[in-house]
Protein backbone atom coordinates (compact mmCIF):
# COMPACT_ATOMS: atom_id res chain seq x y z
CA UNK A 1 0.00 0.00 0.00
CA UNK A 2 1.39 3.45 -0.90
CA UNK A 3 2.32 5.69 1.64
CA UNK A 4 0.44 9.12 2.28
CA UNK A 5 2.38 12.09 1.11
CA UNK A 6 4.48 14.50 3.65
CA UNK A 7 2.49 17.24 3.68
CA UNK A 8 3.18 19.84 6.48
CA UNK A 9 1.08 22.95 4.84
CA UNK A 10 -1.04 21.41 2.17
CA UNK A 11 -4.40 23.88 3.43
CA UNK A 12 -2.32 26.54 3.28
CA UNK A 13 -1.48 25.77 -0.58
CA UNK A 14 -5.77 25.03 -1.35
CA UNK A 15 -6.74 28.50 -2.25
CA UNK A 16 -3.71 30.20 -3.26
CA UNK A 17 -3.52 34.00 -3.68
CA UNK A 18 -0.83 35.52 -5.18
CA UNK A 19 2.86 36.76 -3.47
CA UNK A 20 2.12 37.03 0.60
CA UNK A 21 -0.44 35.10 0.94
CA UNK A 22 -1.17 31.84 3.69
CA UNK A 23 1.46 30.16 1.73
CA UNK A 24 4.10 29.42 4.08
CA UNK A 25 7.78 31.59 3.49
CA UNK A 26 11.21 30.13 4.55
CA UNK A 27 11.38 31.75 7.14
CA UNK A 28 8.35 29.84 8.81
CA UNK A 29 9.54 26.80 8.19
CA UNK A 30 12.47 27.64 10.35
CA UNK A 31 10.71 28.48 13.16
CA UNK A 32 7.74 26.05 12.68
CA UNK A 33 11.15 22.98 12.64
CA UNK A 34 11.95 24.87 15.81
CA UNK A 35 15.48 26.33 14.25
CA UNK A 36 15.60 30.07 15.29
CA UNK A 37 19.29 30.00 16.28
CA UNK A 38 19.64 26.34 16.88
CA UNK A 39 22.36 25.43 14.26
CA UNK A 40 25.48 27.00 15.39
CA UNK A 41 27.67 25.46 13.95
CA UNK A 42 26.55 23.80 11.04
CA UNK A 43 27.31 24.74 6.95
CA UNK A 44 25.73 25.48 4.54
CA UNK A 45 26.66 26.25 0.67
CA UNK A 46 24.16 27.83 -1.78
CA UNK A 47 24.57 29.01 -5.19
CA UNK A 48 23.10 32.09 -6.62
CA UNK A 49 22.27 34.12 -4.20
CA UNK A 50 22.75 37.82 -5.34
CA UNK A 51 18.42 38.02 -5.84
CA UNK A 52 15.44 36.42 -5.35
CA UNK A 53 14.94 32.62 -4.26
CA UNK A 54 18.53 32.21 -2.96
CA UNK A 55 19.03 35.66 -1.38
CA UNK A 56 15.70 34.44 0.69
CA UNK A 57 17.07 30.90 0.81
CA UNK A 58 20.67 32.19 2.63
CA UNK A 59 18.52 34.13 5.02
CA UNK A 60 16.34 31.68 6.22
CA UNK A 61 19.44 29.75 7.16
CA UNK A 62 21.27 32.16 8.74
CA UNK A 63 18.47 32.46 10.76
CA UNK A 64 19.39 29.04 12.17
CA UNK A 65 23.04 30.42 13.33
CA UNK A 66 24.61 28.48 10.65
CA UNK A 67 27.61 29.76 8.81
CA UNK A 68 26.38 30.12 4.89
CA UNK A 69 28.68 30.36 1.87
CA UNK A 70 27.15 31.96 -0.92
CA UNK A 71 28.07 32.35 -4.23
CA UNK A 72 27.24 34.02 -7.44
CA UNK A 73 28.60 36.21 -10.52
CA UNK A 74 28.50 39.84 -9.29
CA UNK A 75 30.76 39.91 -6.11
CA UNK A 76 29.94 43.43 -5.44
CA UNK A 77 26.27 42.71 -5.22
CA UNK A 78 27.14 39.36 -3.33
CA UNK A 79 28.97 41.08 -0.65
CA UNK A 80 26.25 43.48 -0.31
CA UNK A 81 23.90 40.67 0.38
CA UNK A 82 25.78 38.73 2.44
CA UNK A 83 26.21 42.62 4.60
CA UNK A 84 22.33 42.69 4.72
CA UNK A 85 21.93 39.35 5.95
CA UNK A 86 24.43 39.64 8.63
CA UNK A 87 22.22 42.24 10.20
CA UNK A 88 20.07 39.81 11.79
CA UNK A 89 22.19 39.57 14.58
CA UNK A 90 22.52 35.67 14.52
CA UNK A 91 25.90 34.49 15.26
CA UNK A 92 26.86 32.51 12.10
CA UNK A 93 28.90 34.33 9.24
CA UNK A 94 27.92 34.71 5.93
CA UNK A 95 31.05 34.61 3.09
CA UNK A 96 30.23 35.55 -0.55
CA UNK A 97 32.69 33.13 -2.99
CA UNK A 98 32.34 34.41 -6.50
CA UNK A 99 31.60 31.43 -9.70
CA UNK A 100 30.54 31.69 -12.67
CA UNK A 101 28.64 27.81 -12.99
CA UNK A 102 29.46 28.12 -16.92
CA UNK A 103 33.47 27.33 -16.47
CA UNK A 104 34.20 24.48 -14.74
CA UNK A 105 37.66 26.68 -14.38
CA UNK A 106 35.60 28.89 -11.80
CA UNK A 107 33.34 26.22 -10.38
CA UNK A 108 36.72 24.18 -9.19
CA UNK A 109 38.33 27.21 -8.44
CA UNK A 110 35.21 28.68 -5.81
CA UNK A 111 35.44 24.95 -4.56
CA UNK A 112 39.02 25.33 -3.42
CA UNK A 113 37.99 28.46 -2.22
CA UNK A 114 35.24 27.22 0.34
CA UNK A 115 37.52 24.22 1.40
CA UNK A 116 40.49 26.64 2.26
CA UNK A 117 37.66 28.61 4.93
CA UNK A 118 35.92 25.46 6.12
CA UNK A 119 36.51 21.80 6.49
CA UNK A 120 32.84 21.19 7.78
CA UNK A 121 29.86 21.01 5.12
CA UNK A 122 26.42 20.11 5.98
CA UNK A 123 24.58 21.19 2.86
CA UNK A 124 25.23 22.56 -0.59
CA UNK A 125 22.14 23.53 -2.05
CA UNK A 126 21.98 24.12 -5.96
CA UNK A 127 19.77 26.68 -6.67
CA UNK A 128 21.42 28.88 -9.23
CA UNK A 129 20.42 28.18 -12.91
CA UNK A 130 20.15 29.90 -16.37
CA UNK A 131 16.44 29.55 -17.78
CA UNK A 132 14.80 30.12 -21.19
CA UNK A 133 18.23 31.44 -22.64
CA UNK A 134 19.02 31.73 -26.52
CA UNK A 135 20.79 29.05 -28.31
CA UNK A 136 24.39 29.52 -26.59
CA UNK A 137 27.11 27.57 -25.71
CA UNK A 138 29.14 27.92 -22.19
CA UNK A 139 32.53 28.53 -21.95
CA UNK A 140 33.85 24.87 -21.78
CA UNK A 141 31.27 23.94 -25.25
CA UNK A 142 28.42 22.89 -23.12
CA UNK A 143 24.73 23.79 -24.29
CA UNK A 144 24.07 26.66 -21.92
CA UNK A 145 21.17 25.18 -19.88
CA UNK A 146 22.70 21.43 -19.72
CA UNK A 147 25.90 23.33 -18.68
CA UNK A 148 24.86 25.69 -16.41
CA UNK A 149 21.95 24.10 -15.01
CA UNK A 150 23.86 20.47 -14.22
CA UNK A 151 27.16 20.09 -15.63
CA UNK A 152 28.37 23.15 -13.02
CA UNK A 153 27.00 21.40 -10.16
CA UNK A 154 27.83 18.15 -10.78
CA UNK A 155 31.06 19.22 -10.99
CA UNK A 156 30.19 21.28 -7.80
CA UNK A 157 29.15 18.56 -6.09
CA UNK A 158 32.36 16.02 -7.16
CA UNK A 159 34.50 18.90 -5.59
CA UNK A 160 32.83 19.42 -2.12
CA UNK A 161 31.37 15.51 -1.80
CA UNK A 162 33.85 14.41 0.28
CA UNK A 163 33.71 17.09 3.03
CA UNK A 164 29.75 16.28 3.10
CA UNK A 165 30.31 12.34 3.55
CA UNK A 166 33.27 13.58 6.20
CA UNK A 167 30.93 15.59 7.52
CA UNK A 168 27.71 13.85 7.64
CA UNK A 169 26.92 11.23 11.04
CA UNK A 170 24.14 8.96 11.74
CA UNK A 171 22.42 11.66 14.19
CA UNK A 172 22.98 14.51 11.60
CA UNK A 173 23.35 13.63 7.72
CA UNK A 174 24.30 15.56 5.30
CA UNK A 175 21.87 16.51 2.52
CA UNK A 176 21.72 17.72 -1.16
CA UNK A 177 18.95 19.94 -2.28
CA UNK A 178 18.90 20.52 -6.36
CA UNK A 179 16.05 23.50 -7.20
CA UNK A 180 14.51 21.77 -10.36
CA UNK A 181 11.33 23.41 -11.55
CA UNK A 182 7.54 22.01 -12.85
CA UNK A 183 9.58 22.94 -16.11
CA UNK A 184 11.24 19.15 -16.35
CA UNK A 185 7.57 18.09 -17.29
CA UNK A 186 8.54 19.70 -20.47
CA UNK A 187 11.41 17.86 -21.79
CA UNK A 188 13.48 14.57 -20.81
CA UNK A 189 17.28 14.34 -21.28
CA UNK A 190 18.39 13.34 -24.58
CA UNK A 191 21.60 11.31 -23.84
CA UNK A 192 23.32 10.82 -27.10
CA UNK A 193 22.37 14.51 -27.98
CA UNK A 194 22.31 16.61 -23.83
CA UNK A 195 24.28 19.53 -26.04
CA UNK A 196 21.45 20.21 -28.60
CA UNK A 197 23.21 19.75 -32.05
CA UNK A 198 20.16 19.58 -34.02
CA UNK A 199 19.31 22.17 -36.06
CA UNK A 200 16.30 22.78 -34.37
CA UNK A 201 16.41 24.48 -30.56
CA UNK A 202 13.81 25.40 -28.18
CA UNK A 203 14.60 27.32 -24.98
CA UNK A 204 11.76 25.84 -23.23
CA UNK A 205 12.81 22.28 -24.22
CA UNK A 206 16.80 22.86 -23.31
CA UNK A 207 15.35 24.41 -20.01
CA UNK A 208 12.91 21.60 -19.23
CA UNK A 209 16.02 19.07 -19.62
CA UNK A 210 18.36 20.28 -17.61
CA UNK A 211 15.84 20.52 -14.68
CA UNK A 212 15.03 16.87 -15.27
CA UNK A 213 19.04 16.42 -14.78
CA UNK A 214 18.60 18.00 -11.75
CA UNK A 215 16.05 15.73 -10.27
CA UNK A 216 18.00 12.43 -12.00
CA UNK A 217 21.26 13.39 -10.28
CA UNK A 218 19.45 14.23 -7.04
CA UNK A 219 18.12 10.62 -7.57
CA UNK A 220 21.18 9.36 -8.15
CA UNK A 221 22.92 11.09 -5.31
CA UNK A 222 20.50 9.15 -2.87
CA UNK A 223 20.76 6.36 -4.06
CA UNK A 224 24.86 6.49 -4.37
CA UNK A 225 25.52 7.45 -0.84
CA UNK A 226 22.60 7.34 1.11
CA UNK A 227 23.83 4.49 3.33
CA UNK A 228 26.63 6.96 4.15
CA UNK A 229 24.31 9.46 5.93
CA UNK A 230 23.98 12.09 2.58
CA UNK A 231 20.77 12.30 1.41
CA UNK A 232 19.37 14.19 -1.61
CA UNK A 233 16.40 15.96 -2.83
CA UNK A 234 14.73 17.65 -5.81
CA UNK A 235 12.45 20.95 -5.09
CA UNK A 236 10.17 23.34 -7.15
CA UNK A 237 10.13 26.52 -5.44
CA UNK A 238 6.54 27.67 -7.31
CA UNK A 239 5.70 30.27 -9.81
CA UNK A 240 7.47 33.29 -8.83
CA UNK A 241 9.05 36.34 -11.05
CA UNK A 242 13.03 35.93 -11.14
CA UNK A 243 15.97 36.55 -13.21
CA UNK A 244 15.47 33.32 -15.21
CA UNK A 245 12.93 35.54 -16.92
CA UNK A 246 15.31 38.06 -18.48
CA UNK A 247 16.33 36.37 -21.76
CA UNK A 248 12.29 36.32 -22.46
CA UNK A 249 10.96 39.91 -21.92
CA UNK A 250 8.41 41.69 -20.69
CA UNK A 251 5.85 41.29 -22.98
CA UNK A 252 5.94 37.26 -22.50
CA UNK A 253 6.09 37.42 -18.46
CA UNK A 254 2.54 39.31 -18.79
CA UNK A 255 1.76 37.08 -20.91
CA UNK A 256 2.56 34.02 -18.68
CA UNK A 257 1.73 35.45 -15.71
CA UNK A 258 -0.98 37.90 -16.61
CA UNK A 259 -4.19 35.99 -16.45
CA UNK A 260 -5.58 36.42 -13.13
CA UNK A 261 -5.66 32.50 -12.42
CA UNK A 262 -2.05 32.22 -13.20
CA UNK A 263 -1.09 35.07 -10.70
CA UNK A 264 -2.52 33.87 -7.55
CA UNK A 265 -0.31 31.22 -7.88
CA UNK A 266 2.58 33.48 -8.11
CA UNK A 267 4.90 33.51 -5.05
CA UNK A 268 7.19 36.09 -3.39
CA UNK A 269 10.83 35.12 -3.18
CA UNK A 270 10.50 33.84 0.56
CA UNK A 271 7.80 31.71 -0.24
CA UNK A 272 10.01 30.36 -3.19
CA UNK A 273 12.40 29.50 -0.85
CA UNK A 274 10.31 27.57 1.50
CA UNK A 275 10.19 24.07 -0.12
CA UNK A 276 14.15 24.41 -0.56
CA UNK A 277 14.45 25.23 2.95
CA UNK A 278 12.30 22.56 4.16
CA UNK A 279 14.36 20.26 1.83
CA UNK A 280 17.36 21.11 3.43
CA UNK A 281 16.78 21.39 7.15
CA UNK A 282 13.13 19.70 7.52
CA UNK A 283 12.92 16.78 10.42
CA UNK A 284 11.10 14.72 7.78
CA UNK A 285 14.02 14.82 5.37
CA UNK A 286 16.90 14.19 7.74
CA UNK A 287 17.46 10.55 6.97
CA UNK A 288 15.23 9.84 4.07
CA UNK A 289 15.92 11.54 0.02
CA UNK A 290 15.37 10.60 -3.36
CA UNK A 291 12.36 12.34 -3.31
CA UNK A 292 10.93 15.83 -5.48
CA UNK A 293 9.54 18.49 -3.61
CA UNK A 294 7.07 21.18 -4.19
CA UNK A 295 4.54 23.57 -2.54
CA UNK A 296 6.66 21.94 0.91
CA UNK A 297 5.19 18.97 0.22
CA UNK A 298 6.43 15.67 -1.23
CA UNK A 299 5.46 15.17 -4.97
CA UNK A 300 3.09 12.93 -6.29
CA UNK A 301 3.18 11.67 -10.06
CA UNK A 302 1.60 14.99 -12.11
CA UNK A 303 -1.77 13.27 -13.58
CA UNK A 304 -2.93 13.07 -9.67
CA UNK A 305 -2.31 16.36 -8.83
CA UNK A 306 -5.22 18.49 -7.93
CA UNK A 307 -6.22 21.19 -10.01
CA UNK A 308 -5.49 24.85 -9.80
CA UNK A 309 -1.58 24.65 -8.07
CA UNK A 310 2.04 25.13 -9.50
CA UNK A 311 1.85 22.19 -8.66
CA UNK A 312 3.85 19.05 -6.61
CA UNK A 313 3.12 16.97 -9.50
CA UNK A 314 6.63 15.24 -11.30
CA UNK A 315 6.93 13.47 -14.64
CA UNK A 316 7.34 10.16 -15.40
CA UNK A 317 10.79 10.21 -16.67
CA UNK A 318 11.66 12.00 -13.70
CA UNK A 319 12.03 8.80 -11.90
CA UNK A 320 13.58 6.80 -14.49
CA UNK A 321 16.53 5.14 -12.38
CA UNK A 322 18.48 3.49 -15.70
CA UNK A 323 18.46 6.91 -17.83
CA UNK A 324 20.02 8.63 -14.38
CA UNK A 325 22.42 6.29 -13.94
CA UNK A 326 23.48 6.98 -17.27
CA UNK A 327 23.27 10.86 -17.21
CA UNK A 328 26.00 10.27 -13.88
CA UNK A 329 28.24 8.15 -15.76
CA UNK A 330 28.13 10.44 -18.66
CA UNK A 331 28.51 13.69 -16.67
CA UNK A 332 31.87 12.26 -14.57
CA UNK A 333 33.24 11.51 -18.47
CA UNK A 334 32.66 14.48 -19.64
CA UNK A 335 33.60 17.12 -16.13
CA UNK A 336 37.06 14.60 -15.63
CA UNK A 337 37.43 15.10 -19.24
CA UNK A 338 37.32 19.11 -19.32
Known sequence: MASTPIAPYDKDHEDPNGPG??????????????????????????????????????????????????????????????????????????????????????????????LQLSDTLNCLICNAGVGLHPKARTRDGFEMHFGTNHVGHFALFEALKDTLLRSSSPSYPSRLVMVSSRSHLASSVDLDDFNLETPTYDAHSAYGASKTANIWMANEVERRYGSYHLHATSVHPGAVVSGLSRHVGEDFMKKLFGPPEIAKLIKSAEQAAATTIWAAVGAEWQHRGGKYLADVQEGVPSETCTEGRTGPGYAPHAFDEEKAKRLWELSDEIVRAT
Not at 33 to 55: A, H, M, P, R
Not at 74 to 96: L, N, Q, S
Request: glycine content about 12%; hydrophobic content about 40%; overall charge positive.
Open 21 to 114: DARPTALKVIRDQGLDGKLQGKVFFVTGCTNGIGVETARALHATGADVYITGRDTARGEEVAKRIMHDGKPGKVVFIEMHLDSLASVRDAASKF
